[in-house]
């Protein structure tokens, strides 16, 4: 290790004042993937080895000891000496994974450690999350391979195809030497079908958990918050409105340019990315009105749609209830804005983000849940009711106890 490289005291000082860049400036960049439906049988396509000694979990369930391989596309099969300590990720789906599996103290790096909607963990009983001293790798569009070196993590949780979007002076060989050298690379897009890069298998978000689970020997942790997942979308299932009676729903970034009136706007696809939505039968708004996976609108194009209610996907991770709030004004106060019967029914949603795990998924079904139908699931009064509600649509203490281990 050269003299050179930045220790990691001196990445956490300087943490603070790398630039986050966001790839979903209206979503442009928003590609994600898997089919996101959480439905499919669960399976597990890991080859576990077991040695002599079981080892075990953080949940107290005993482990066979390593070697032990798992197996997701791109990547293929890796192997695992001993079960990762040490971990990093690109953001908040694959990171949000492995919170979800107790490993928070693990964490060494993340690509991104902004536009995460942290306020949704509120809603969990004695789970806190932050990633204040946590060091963010990407700055002046660029990710510095030494710092791989430098913080040594046991696995890295990303996509590598995805990582050179971000930054393509990234070879395929230096994932390979940083796989080899340092830790196994795990990782699938999951955010959004359909990238001509990404021409190998997809997963839904569960498919993608396990694997990670199987990385961190959790399984037990991993199926309590799969049967809250099920409980909940059987719930729901059991509640929605017939089809017709279900409002029309306009997916906007909250990244659009709210002054000049220029939108980003969504049909649903069938990523991970909208997975809350399609499981909430969500009649998408501009649906039959865009081809592939967004475009650029104007007011006279969303008031010939005028949709019942508008959902501003990013709300929750990449702007403050103010900052929200000011945008609205811009729409409201604008002549063909105000038209908008969303806007004269008060009916403006902060949406979440495309990059979510499991533990943000259920927070963020469920307010969109009470956003779309709040006849049947409560008024939506912001993200502060989903720690305040007394009806819940899913076991917050079950999720908290996974996470801590209490299972």
């Not at 230096?174 to 997809?202: K, L, M, T």
């Not at 409105?241 to 000049?260: A, C, I, K, Q, Y």
């Not at 592939?292 to 005028?306: I, K, P, T």
């Not at 804005?337 to 990059?355: E, H, N």
Request: charged share 25%.
């Amino acid at each position: 290790m050269s003299d050179d490289r930045l220790t990691r005291r001196q990445w956490l000082r300087a943490g603070g004042a790398l630039a986050g860049a966001s790839l979903v400036a209206g979503c442009a960049s928003d590609g994600t993937t898997g089919d996101g439906t959480g439905d499919a049988t669960p399976t597990d396509a890991s080859t576990d080895t077991p040695a002599e000694t079981p080892t075990a979990t953080a949940t107290g369930t005993p482990t066979p000891a390593t070697p032990y391989s798992v197996e997701m596309a791109p990547m293929g099969e890796v192997t695992f000496e001993s079960v990762p300590e040490s971990w990093m990720a690109y953001f908040s789906t694959y990171g949000d994974m492995a919170v979800a599996l107790g490993r928070l103290d693990g964490l060494e790096a993340l690509i991104f450690t902004d536009n995460w909607p942290l306020e949704l963990y509120d809603a969990l009983p004695d789970v806190d999350i932050s990633f204040d001293d946590v060091p963010q790798l990407y700055a002046e569009e660029s990710i510095d391979r030494e710092a791989f070196y430098e913080f040594d993590a046991d696995v890295h949780l990303f996509d590598p195809n995805f990582i050179q979007l971000l930054d393509d002076s990234w070879t395929d060989g230096d994932f390979r030497e940083v796989a080899d050298n340092v830790g196994p690379i795990v990782g699938n897009s999951i955010r959004r079908r359909g990238e001509d890069w990404h021409d190998y298998e997809y997963y839904s978000l569960y498919d993608a958990f396990e694997k990670v689970a199987t990385v961190f020997r959790e399984r037990e942790r991993y199926e309590a918050i799969r049967g809250v997942h099920d409980g909940m979308l059987a719930e729901i299932d059991s509640r929605l409105p017939p089809t017709g009676e279900r409002p029309t729903v306009g997916l906007l970034s909250v990244n659009s340019d709210f002054e000049n009136g220029s939108f980003y706007a969504y049909p649903v696809h069938d990523g991970n990315g909208h997975k809350q939505y399609r499981d909430l039968g969500m009649r998408g708004a501009f649906d039959d009105h865009i081809e592939g996976s967004y475009a650029e609108w104007d007011y006279e194009q969303l008031v010939e749609v005028d949709p019942d209610a508008l959902v501003f996907q990013y709300g929750l991770s990449h702007v403050s209830r103010e900052e929200f709030e000011a945008r609205l004004d811009a729409m409201r106060k604008d002549p063909l804005g105000s038209q908008l019967s969303a806007v004269q029914d008060g009916r403006l949603y902060r949406g979440g983000t495309s990059y979510q795990g499991p533990v943000v998924n259920l927070l963020q079904t469920e307010a969109a849940a009470r956003q779309f139908y709040p006849d049947e699931f409560g008024e939506w009064e912001g993200v502060e009711t989903l720690a305040e509600t007394d009806d819940p649509l899913f076991g917050r203490r079950t999720v908290a106890d996974a996470i801590n281990g209490e299972i």
